[in-house]
């Protein structure tokens, strides 16, 4: 075997045997039970979006009237935070917590 050959396969070795570590600490990371987080619904209405951003109703409804994204779902109107929070941050309505 030449030196680039033995080279080139205790590369490959090294890289399996990497990819088995990264493996099994993956295995362990999804099998360990996370603990209860309350999770949002995907889809908030205006008064729950106005509870879980701290502002009012009539404050929501100014910056829906300004373009803020949101969908009607059967009828009713609905937000999506992860579309809500960078549309106020664009708009200088909302500062990350320093």
Do not use: Y
């Amino acid at each position: 075997m030449t030196p680039q050959l033995h080279t080139r396969a205790a590369f490959e070795a090294e890289v399996l045997e990497r990819l088995d570590v990264v493996a099994e600490e993956l295995r362990v990371l999804r099998s360990t039970p996370k603990p209860d987080v309350p999770r949002l619904p995907e889809w908030l209405d205006l008064d729950r979006l106005a509870v879980e951003l701290g502002v009012g109703v009539r404050w929501l409804k100014a910056r829906k009237a300004e373009g803020m994204p949101h969908r009607k779902i059967a009828g009713k109107l609905r937000f999506r935070v992860r579309d809500v929070e960078p549309w106020l941050r664009d708009r200088g309505h909302l500062e990350d917590a320093t």
